[in-house]
């Protein structure tokens, strides 16, 4: 495996996490299936980029609901009580959930602005970014 293909898939993983419209399995089952034998270090890549993408989306959720924040970042009020009725009923463990596409990045932006810890929301999402990317890769290993 090469520097650049690891950087693109990085990249690639990283942009997947924000709310940007990216993808990564695709590139991470491609990668896996041009290098079968590196398969870990891929996976540990791909995870390493969306996990930081994530939390990415954590700080810029603590950000916004900082009441210095810009004016256009602020969120309204009453947006900010349906989200935290929403986190509060569902908890810290819906951030297993946060592979999930479309819904998977604003809940790790509502993590931020519900002030969920760092230390609570990492091993939550990590499991669930890490546990994606395995699965991605059994597949394209066992359909090779």
């Known amino acids: 495996m090469?520097?650049?293909?690891?950087?693109?898939?990085?990249?690639?993983?990283?942009?997947?996490?924000?709310?940007?419209?990216?993808?990564?399995?695709?590139a991470v089952a491609g990668a896996v299936a041009a290098h079968p034998v590196s398969w870990l270090?891929?996976?540990?890549?791909?995870?390493?980029?969306?996990?930081?993408?994530?939390?990415?989306?954590?700080?810029?959720?603590?950000?916004?609901?900082?009441?210095?924040?810009?004016?256009?970042?602020?969120?309204?009020?009453?947006?900010?009580?349906?989200?935290?009725?929403?986190?509060?009923?569902?908890?810290?463990?819906?951030?297993l959930l946060s592979w999930v596409p479309v819904m998977g990045d604003p809940l790790t932006i509502v993590a931020g602005l519900m002030r969920e810890p760092l230390r609570v929301f990492l091993p939550l999402v990590a499991a669930a970014k890490i546990?994606?990317?395995?699965l991605v890769a059994w597949a394209t290993i066992s359909l090779a």
């Open 41 to 95: 270090l891929l996976i540990a890549v791909a995870s390493a980029g969306n996990i930081l993408g994530s939390v990415l989306n954590w700080w810029m959720g603590r950000a916004v609901a900082n009441s210095s924040a810009p004016a256009w970042a602020r969120v309204d009020p009453a947006r900010l009580r349906r989200a935290e009725g929403w986190y509060r009923r569902w908890g810290r463990w819906s951030l």
């Open 131 to 134: 546990g994606r990317y395995l």
């Open 2 to 26: 090469d520097m650049a293909l690891a950087a693109g898939l990085f990249v690639t993983a990283f942009l997947a996490a924000t709310i940007l419209p990216f993808s990564s399995e695709a």
